[in-house]
């Protein structure tokens, strides 16, 4: 459920009566809903198809701003803010509008409003349509022009099907898109087993295999295979030009890689809304190992093709692995850092794995090292003793099991393990293949190779995980590697020039300028003045020893004399045959500039660590600025059309008013179609409707994409044709808006009913029961601004409002699940993540507990079940935080993890949601209740608005997206490339770290907190 909808008011429903059988009493009391009219279960209509729409967008709300309206994972959390932040403030005033309209006036502002903006998000989306594929896309605009091409007389592809048939595709004389798709479709046998489609998005092609349809009980023997496309002769490129080439995944989907863009053949004097470069010429980029190299005379280049080829030859002239390229929404560019690992092949030394740490492999050949079970239950223990590469382990796999189990690498990242023999006889029982560890080197072993799989799968075949290989370098050996050293240190650019005279001495040149005299001054007066210095890092003596450390006025140090040496020295000789004592976890020594930059030389065996960087005057024309992540670096939009921006964010923050007016209509029209006895029943079946219609929410996200390959912006079309359902329900069954009242029922002391359509109410001040703070005049008849100031000067307010604030952390929880789960699960699981699904899973179980759990907790004292259910709400957040055990594959694990998650979440909500309102309602003074709950908004709106905002920037920090192609983060995260604080793990240990820390104070606070509420005296005794 929503922030806006959960958490400010709505599902608060009143507590029911102690209930014996509590089940039988929750339906049975519905049946005092039969005295309601036709406009109560309009409502419920209403309700139920704006929630569906509602939860399907902003559930996906901030993916679909990245990856359809080209926003970046900060701005799309910035424009959830303005929707949330406005949603918020405007609910402060939607109550008094909606009374002044009436029920069914605002109901159709509210809904119109809401379909207008609907509209016009869809329409802006189209607006300045980036360049998409459809079946009439002409091959020959691809690739800037340069089309793709096929060779006469020779089938182009070659396609193995999942069930090992292959058949080849000519596509010669093809002039579109179409016509490559019915080439693939009509292909002589093909006969059905694969289909070629458009994939969501409308940038690349998708292949889909029938295996499942065609074959089912094969498919329950776990006999499919996986998609290959490869090119059918060595002329062809039509393999890899089409985005196919691969040796496939486990899955009856083949995602083919973008082959349009919206930048293909753009012009560089169109970027930027027609600025282009900007007057920019050169652009200076660092690699995550310091070494930086320039590209000059950008402003030569016509296309931003032509950039994207002078950069990456640059870097390649330069030896700095980087990749440049478009990103993912095709509207600006991206640069991957390379040198954070390497492929891996059969040539590759088990000894270079995991940064040089290899595998525990046992040195006694009469130790096996693993064991695999193949489906017909044979089981084979394997040595591995010998092996030095990992082309030896696929041979010493085959010789073992006598070629019953084949190992093969893939994508150049990880091992696939294939049972090759399967009984023909289908009547043979199958069991899971698995891969084991034999003692816990075995298992380490395994580990390491990425094919652990305990648990076993019923297939022929899997997927291991990556393997790690990150790329490192040993510590400098020479004094050539020292200089080479200084000089490519990160933050160099060429500041400082080492080199080695003739008698032996290290001599560093500063080539910065100096600043202003008036700068300067202010240097020499506060911090010694515009020096070069070198300085050495914690107790090492480098520098020292070098003769290096020191400062000088004009620029430049000159070490002391090592002798006679040369660079091919090795540091083993200096310091009088000492050597130097060199730093594994940081630089030796440091170089401060006269500019102020402060740059780490490291000499010591080292890992890259630096960060990716981008700078010169054409970068921010380009899109980048000054944030980068860790090895990947998606710039800004470049192509945007500001206005199209412009609207966009404007449409959303217009149907803020709107949202927040539709939450009062549904507050004050569940009261008013209810009477007094139905009430409590009414809004249960309200609240019940609304999960019903957030769980079909979640499941019309994965419809929408996985299923009707539509991009997700869908979403808000299909909310267009709920919006106009909504209003026909409201002409049709929203007729009569008087207040229900049941027989002999009379008007409530506080209320004066009008029975017009303009629904103004006539409200009496009721009368204050007696507070804390005895002696203090009444309130009675104070106007609101009055009533405020009354209000904020009584202690029990403060109390309140401390409660509020430590609580925060658990309340923005629901927060998460729209700004931050679903880039988390699409980059952790991948592009197929059943995102809408794990959506839908809270609202279900929100159902469910609404019968068991609500009717129990209504037993217990209030301020312990709200304090108890927050702390089971800030538990849950530590699950998702807890990496891949036992050898589950990081899918698994992930989708394990989050339904734990959420289901301790929504146990958690079920019991400290409802008890929140009615602590309000105990702790505030009699005929305050409504003051207290509006000012409980305020601190949640500025924890929201901080919350959103930074929802972006700890996405790019900690789970960014990396182009396609390369491994995600889940994929590193299970080769071990990633260090734990480097993962997405912890964002939720920083969460919940402050859910729970909020949460304890209130618990040990009990006393302080509950002093002056009114809880029910019979209540708290069966506490």
């Known amino acids: 459920?929503?922030?806006?909808?959960?958490?400010?008011?709505?599902?608060?429903?009143?507590?029911?009566?102690?209930?014996?059988?509590?089940?039988?009493?929750?339906?049975?009391?519905?049946?005092?809903?039969?005295?309601?009219?036709?406009?109560?279960?309009?409502?419920?209509?209403?309700?139920?198809?704006?929630?569906?729409?509602?939860?399907?967008?902003?559930?996906?709300?901030?993916?679909?701003?990245?990856?359809?309206?080209?926003?970046?994972?900060?701005?799309?959390g910035y424009i959830y803010t303005i929707f949330s932040g406005l949603t918020t403030i405007f609910l402060f005033f939607s109550g008094v509008v909606t009374d002044w309209l009436g029920i069914k006036r605002a109901l159709y502002i509210a809904m119109t409003g809401l379909l207008l903006t609907r509209c016009g998000v869809v329409l802006v989306q189209y607006m300045d349509e980036p360049v998409r594929m459809d079946r009439n896309t002409q091959l020959s605009i691809l690739y800037d022009g340069d089309g793709i091409s096929f060779v006469q007389g020779h089938p182009d592809l070659r396609i193995t099907a999942r069930d090992n048939t292959m058949f080849e595709v000519d596509l010669y004389g093809a002039q579109t898109i179409g016509d490559v798709l019915d080439r693939i479709n009509d292909a002589p046998g093909n006969d059905g087993r694969i289909e070629a489609g458009i994939a969501p998005g409308w940038t690349s092609l998708r292949l889909e295999d029938k295996f499942k349809e065609r074959n089912k009980a094969a498919y329950k023997r776990g006999l499919a295979n996986r998609i290959v496309v490869e090119s059918a002769n060595d002329d062809s490129e039509a393999a890899d030009k089409l985005g196919l080439a691969s040796e496939g995944e486990l899955s009856a989907m083949l995602e083919g890689g973008r082959i349009i863009t919206d930048l293909n053949a753009a012009l560089v004097s169109d970027l930027n809304q027609g600025d282009g470069l900007e007057d920019g010429t050169t652009l200076t980029i660092r690699d995550r190992w310091g070494t930086s190299f320039t590209v000059d005379g950008l402003d030569q280049f016509a296309t931003l093709r032509e950039i994207i080829d002078r950069v990456q030859e640059e870097a390649e002239t330069a030896g700095v692995r980087i990749a440049i390229d478009f990103n993912s929404p095709g509207t600006g560019l991206r640069i991957n850092d390379k040198n954070g690992r390497l492929s891996v092949s059969p040539e590759t030394v088990l000894s270079d794995l995991h940064g040089g740490e290899g595998a525990p492999i046992s040195e006694d050949p009469a130790k096996p090292d693993l064991k695999f079970v193949a489906r017909d239950g044979t089981e084979y223990e394997v040595s591995l003793t010998g092996c030095l590469t990992l082309g030896d382990v696929i041979g010493r796999v085959s010789e073992a099991t006598n070629g019953h189990i084949e190992l093969a690498l893939i994508h150049g990242q990880k091992f696939t393990v294939t049972d090759i023999r399967i009984p023909a006889d289908e009547s043979v029982e199958l069991g899971r293949l698995k891969v084991l560890g034999i003692d816990e080197s075995g298992?380490?072993?395994?580990?390491?190779?990425?094919?652990?799989?305990?648990?076993?799968?019923?297939?022929?075949?899997?997927?291991?995980?990556?393997?790690?290989?990150?790329?490192?370098?040993?510590?400098?050996?020479?004094?050539?590697?020292?200089?080479?050293?200084?000089?490519?240190?990160?933050?160099?650019?060429?500041?400082?020039?080492?080199?080695?005279?003739?008698?032996?001495?290290?001599?560093?040149?500063?080539?910065?300028?100096?600043?202003?005299?008036?700068?300067?001054?202010?240097?020499?007066?506060?911090?010694?003045?515009?020096?070069?210095?070198?300085?050495?890092?914690?107790?090492?003596?480098?520098?020292?020893?070098?003769?290096?450390?020191?400062?000088?006025?004009?620029?430049?140090?000159?070490?002391?004399?090592?002798?006679?040496?040369?660079?091919?020295?090795?540091?083993?000789?200096?310091?009088?045959?000492?050597?130097?004592?060199?730093?594994?976890?940081?630089?030796?020594?440091?170089?401060?500039?006269?500019?102020?930059?402060?740059?780490?030389?490291?000499?010591?065996?080292?890992?890259?660590?630096?960060?990716?960087?981008?700078?010169?005057?054409?970068?921010?024309?380009?899109?980048?600025?000054?944030?980068?992540?860790?090895?990947?670096?998606?710039?800004?939009?470049i192509t945007e059309n500001k206005v199209r921006?412009?609207?966009?964010?404007?449409?959303?923050?217009?149907?803020?008013?709107?949202?927040?007016?539709?939450?009062?209509?549904?507050?004050?029209?569940?009261?008013?179609?209810?009477?007094?006895?139905?009430?409590?029943?009414?809004?249960?079946?309200?609240?019940?409707?609304?999960?019903v219609g957030a769980a079909g929410g979640g499941f019309l996200i994965d419809i929408i994409y996985l299923s009707l390959d539509l991009p997700r912006f869908h979403v808000f079309t299909f909310g267009i044709f709920t919006g106009i359902l909504c209003l026909i329900a409201i002409t049709l069954l929203i007729k009569n808006t008087d207040q229900l009242r049941a027989p002999g029922e009379k008007p409530e002391d506080n209320e004066k009913q009008s029975s017009d359509e303009s629904g103004e109410i006539e409200e009496i001040e009721p009368t204050l029961g007696e507070t804390e703070d005895k002696g203090k005049p009444e309130k009675k008849g104070m106007g609101p601004w009055e009533i405020t100031k009354a209000v904020v000067s009584e202690p029990i307010f403060w109390r309140f409002t401390v409660l509020i604030s430590l609580l925060l952390g658990v309340r923005a929880v629901f927060l998460y699940l729209g700004l931050l789960f679903p880039k988390f699960w699409y980059r952790v699981i991948g592009e197929d993540a059943q995102v809408g699904l794990m959506q839908a899973f809270n609202p279900v179980l929100v159902i469910i507990g609404l019968i068991l759990v609500i009717p129990i907790l209504q037993k217990f004292n209030v301020y312990k079940m709200l304090v108890f259910g927050a702390f089971i709400t800030s538990v849950s957040m530590f699950i998702p935080a807890v990496g891949p055990l036992g050898g589950m594959g990081i899918v698994e694990w992930t989708y394990a993890t989050t339904i734990i998650f959420l289901f301790i979440l929504t146990v958690g909500e079920l019991i400290w949601s409802p008890r929140l309102s009615e602590y309000t309602a105990a702790i505030a003074p009699e005929g305050q209740e409504g003051t207290y709950l509006g000012l409980s908004m305020v601190p949640y709106f500025l924890a929201k608005l901080v919350v959103s905002a930074l929802s972006g920037n700890m996405l790019q920090r900690w789970c960014p997206e990396y182009p396609p192609g390369e491994p995600n983060v889940g994929e590193r995260i299970q080769a071990g490339e990633m260090a734990f604080w480097d993962t997405p793990y912890v964002m939720w240990v920083i969460l919940g770290a402050v859910a729970i820390g909020g949460t304890i104070i209130a618990i040990l606070g009990k006393g302080w907190f509950t002093k002056g509420a009114h809880f029910d005296v019979a209540e708290g005794k069966k506490a």
């Open 443 to 637: 298992v380490q072993v395994a580990r390491r190779l990425g094919i652990l799989k305990e648990r076993g799968v019923k297939r022929i075949t899997f997927d291991g995980s990556a393997i790690s290989n990150p790329r490192w370098v040993s510590g400098a050996v020479t004094l050539g590697d020292l200089i080479d050293r200084i000089n490519n240190a990160g933050g160099n650019y060429e500041k400082i020039a080492a080199t080695l005279d003739g008698q032996g001495r290290i001599v560093l040149q500063d080539q910065t300028e100096r600043k202003s005299a008036f700068w300067a001054f202010f240097k020499n007066l506060f911090r010694g003045g515009e020096k070069l210095s070198v300085e050495d890092a914690g107790e090492l003596t480098v520098a020292t020893a070098l003769g290096l450390a020191g400062s000088d006025d004009e620029g430049s140090i000159v070490g002391t004399s090592l002798g006679e040496v040369g660079l091919d020295t090795p540091l083993s000789q200096l310091n009088g045959g000492q050597g130097l004592a060199l730093n594994d976890d940081g630089p030796e020594f440091t170089i401060n500039a006269r500019d102020d930059t402060e740059i780490g030389i490291e000499l010591g065996n080292r890992t890259p660590d630096h960060v990716l960087g981008v700078e010169g005057d054409a970068a921010v024309p380009l899109g980048f600025d000054d944030e980068a992540n860790e090895s990947s670096y998606s710039a800004e939009n």
């Open 1 to 76: 459920m929503s922030e806006e909808q959960k958490d400010e008011g709505i599902g608060n429903f009143p507590a029911e009566e102690k209930q014996d059988n509590f089940i039988v009493k929750y339906f049975k009391d519905f049946r005092i809903l039969k005295e309601t009219k036709r406009e109560y279960w309009g409502l419920q209509v209403i309700n139920m198809l704006d929630c569906l729409a509602y939860f399907a967008m902003f559930n996906i709300a901030v993916v679909t701003l990245s990856d359809d309206f080209g926003f970046t994972d900060a701005w799309a």
């Open 645 to 691: 921006s412009y609207l966009t964010i404007g449409l959303l923050a217009c149907m803020a008013p709107f949202m927040a007016m539709l939450i009062t209509v549904f507050q004050a029209g569940n009261r008013r179609f209810t009477s007094k006895r139905s009430r409590g029943a009414g809004f249960n079946l309200w609240y019940l409707f609304m999960n």
